[in-house]
């Protein structure tokens, strides 16, 4: 018979390795990952997504084709994905310019322009700790 499920006010405060699916193998000792963490790498991890950021954060608003030409090797569809996912999150608003021509701009919210000393600090870091050599097929 199966356990109950018990309730409890408790704050999850991380993801537990040990409940990784069977048949992986002992790990050697169970490990856990912040929650926060978690849900800052689910969404910045995605490829492309930091380097809007970064556009955003260094330029201000810019335009779609400005986004397009300033992240080389994005294709539309991925752009218009990535920056659907940042306006969902709440790090960046859509706004769009009354036409003619119609134009559609995005700049960051409050929580994006707060995420600027943490790409900042990351800069540095991979300035100072990640060689170039480190990545494969970049540009």
Avoid: Q
């Avoid at 999850?12 to 169970?30: E, H, L, S």
């Avoid at 380097?51 to 090797?73: D, H, I, K, Q, W």
């Amino acid at each position: 018979m199966a356990e109950p499920e018990v309730v409890t006010d408790a704050v999850p405060t991380g993801v537990d390795a040990c409940a990784a699916p069977a048949g992986r193998g002992d790990r050697g000792g169970c490990a856990s990952v912040d929650l926060a963490l978690h849900r800052v790498f689910t969404l910045l991890g995605k490829r492309w997504t930091g380097m809007l950021l970064g556009v955003l954060t260094n330029g201000g608003p810019a335009y779609f084709s400005e986004l397009r030409r300033a992240v080389p090797g994005i294709s539309e569809r991925m752009l218009s994905d990535r920056l659907t996912e940042l306006t969902e999150a709440g790090l960046v608003v859509r706004e769009v310019d009354p036409g003619p021509p119609l134009r559609v701009s995005y700049r960051l919210t409050e929580g994006g322009v707060a995420l600027k000393p943490a790409l900042n600090e990351l800069a540095v870091w991979a300035d100072r700790y990640l060689p170039e050599s480190a990545l494969r097929g970049g540009c």
